[in-house]
């Protein structure tokens, strides 16, 4: 079985077929349906990722199953790697997980049959998102050699930051971070770290991120970000008329984004969303190609 959990596994052939996948499944229902059963394990709170797998799961044919966290034996002391090798000697083709550490490397050694997709590992990464970030911006740029991404705010708390740093590069994007100097990351330090308003006037996506207030140690003040740190009605002005507002989403409005710019044409957030089902069923598609008669081909 394939598992997804880092997009350092990818190469661009990889990427183009998972995006050119996802594209298909935008545009028609899957001729192939995949046997089995799947499992969504989420520790942390989510709304997108959750419910686009389910429903990605429900148009590829597999059968998700729920692991509710709270009523489970997570609450009697069973770890992570328990509940996956319960699962897995259930006969579950695949979970899907997100968890607040990098799991992935606790996982590594647990000998599971089953694939695992990552759909969060704390501030590690989020393979999944990225490429639903890389399918928005090739539906409106054709390709990634040289586009410039500014990715701004909490970066030293994302994942999706993380994640969109190494695929994008892969792909020939040239990524640049921005944001308060807090929020500057302790790796990475091979991406420039650039001003906020270069940053809006000289890229052609700027991907907003969220305030990760619940990874903080000590609290941050959000009282003057968007005036500093925010697209606001004033710096919509500064970005090119060609260019992408990204975000990952859950947005705190008036923070790292107002009204007037989710409501702006350059802004995406609700296109990504749509794409996370489809890069989320192309996934599904490549991790449990076995149980779909081995068709990597457009269905
Ligand atoms: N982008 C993202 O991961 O959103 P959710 O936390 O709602 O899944």
């Not at 957030?269 to 890069?279: D, E, K, W």
């Amino acid at each position: 079985m394939t598992s997804l959990v880092s997009v350092k596994q990818l190469n661009e052939p990889m990427v183009e077929w998972l995006l050119r996948q996802a594209q298909y499944y935008i545009e028609h229902e899957p001729k192939i349906k995949i046997n089995g059963h799947a499992v969504n394990l989420f520790f942390e709170p989510s709304t997108r990722t959750f419910l686009s797998f389910q429903l990605a799961a429900q148009r590829m044919g597999l059968t998700l199953l729920d692991f509710e966290v709270e009523q489970s034996s997570v609450k009697k002391g069973e770890s992570l790697i328990d509940s996956l090798q319960t699962l897995d000697a259930m006969g579950v083709k695949l979970a899907i997980v997100r968890h607040g550490d990098d799991w992935p490397k606790l996982i590594a050694e647990a000998g599971l049959k089953m694939s695992v997709i990552n759909a969060g590992s704390g501030i590690h990464e989020h393979p999944t998102q990225a490429l639903l970030d890389a399918l928005t911006i090739k539906q409106h740029f054709g390709s990634f050699a040289g586009l410039k991404v500014a990715v701004v705010g909490d970066v030293r708390h994302s994942r999706v930051a993380r994640s969109n740093a190494y695929l994008l590069q892969m792909l020939g994007a040239k990524v640049s971070f921005s944001g308060p100097e807090i929020f500057k990351p302790l790796d990475l330090s091979e991406i420039p770290w650039i001003d906020f308003d270069q940053a809006v006037a000289e890229s052609d996506v700027v991907m907003m991120l969220r305030v990760q207030h619940e990874r903080h140690e000590t609290a941050y003040a959000v009282a003057d970000y968007n005036k500093r740190y925010g697209l606001n009605a004033e710096r919509l002005k500064q970005l090119a008329k060609h260019a992408l507002i990204l975000h990952p989403g859950p947005v705190n409005r008036g923070v790292e984004i107002t009204d007037e710019v989710m409501g702006d044409p350059r802004c995406k957030i609700l296109q990504q969303v749509t794409n996370g089902v489809a890069v989320r069923m192309a996934v599904l598609h490549w991790c449990l190609r076995e149980e779909s008669n081995g068709q990597l081909v457009p269905a």
